[in-house]
T-cell receptor
Framework: NAGVMQNPRHLVRRRGQEARLRCSPM?????VYWYRQLPEEGLKFMVY????????ESGMPKERFSAEFPKEGPSILRIQQVVRGDSAAYFC??????????????FGPGTRLTVL | SQQGEEDPQALSIQEGENATMNCSYK?????LQWYRQNSGRGLVHLIL?????REKHSGRLRVTLDTSKKSSSLLITASRAADTASYFC?????????????FGQGTILTVHP
């Protein structure tokens, strides 16, 4: 059973470009979470999704950031018109359907975004 | 701040010694989880302890939870150089925070061979 997969592992973008980060949850998991880790800091929650639904987006910046988890395919975190302050490691986690989102979350290896 | 506090921020010990890391929080919780992160890597789940539990063990790891003091501790016994990493506590709360993990700032553990 493969773990949570994220790609790309490293992404370099110039200011103003778009960044798309992908996350495939563990098999059988229907809850997906995105977190951001700035250098030398802990992880900060961004968004919690189930298939085709955003459950909690209280940690998402109001502009330029969006997330989706379609019926088929990976979850996507999209950052439009990136700025240098978006440079960070973005982690995806997944958890199984039982427990209603309070079970153990399993993390992917992260995508390290660098904005030039 | 809704973030937890972890102490110490950094801990340096010799192989074979025990390492204790503490985590405090301000709001009620459903459960609390401990994770390890090696430099530049993803997070590895260590232990989950629920709000109605007081202690859990896994190998060389022991986690305690005191909900009256809103605090948890992670003890690593007989430490090894390979335990060198950052350790984070993360909690889930009920209500509108359902499913969301709130992380502490972490403790950087260095185990010298």
């Amino acid at each position: 059973n493969a773990g949570v997969m994220q790609n790309p592992r490293h992404l370099v973008r110039r200011r103003g470009q778009e960044a798309r980060l992908r996350c495939s949850p563990m098999k059988g998991h229907s809850h997906v979470y995105w977190y951001r880790q700035l250098p030398e800091e802990g992880l900060k929650f961004m968004v919690y999704l189930q298939k085709e639904n955003i459950i909690d987006e209280s940690g998402m910046p109001k502009e330029r950031f969006s997330a989706e988890f379609p019926k088929e395919g990976p979850s996507i975190l999209r950052i439009q018109q990136v700025v240098r302050g978006d440079s960070a490691a973005y982690f995806c986690a997944s958890s199984p359907p039982s427990g209603g989102g309070t079970d153990t979350q399993y993390f992917g290896p992260g995508t390290r975004l660098t904005v030039l | 701040s809704q973030q937890g506090e972890e102490d110490p921020q950094a801990l340096s010990i010799q192989e074979g010694e025990n390492a204790t890391m503490n985590c405090s929080y301000k709001t009620s919780i459903n459960n609390l989880q401990w994770y390890r992160q090696n430099s530049g890597r993803g997070l590895v789940h260590l232990i989950l302890i629920r709000s109605n539990e007081r202690e859990k063990h896994s190998g060389r790891l022991r986690v305690t939870l005191d909900t009256s003091k809103k605090s948890s501790s992670l003890l690593i016994t007989a430490s090894r150089a390979a335990d060198t990493a950052s350790y984070f506590c993360a909690r889930t709360a009920g209500g509108t925070s359902y499913g969301k993990l709130t992380f502490g700032q972490g403790t950087i553990l260095t185990v010298h061979p």
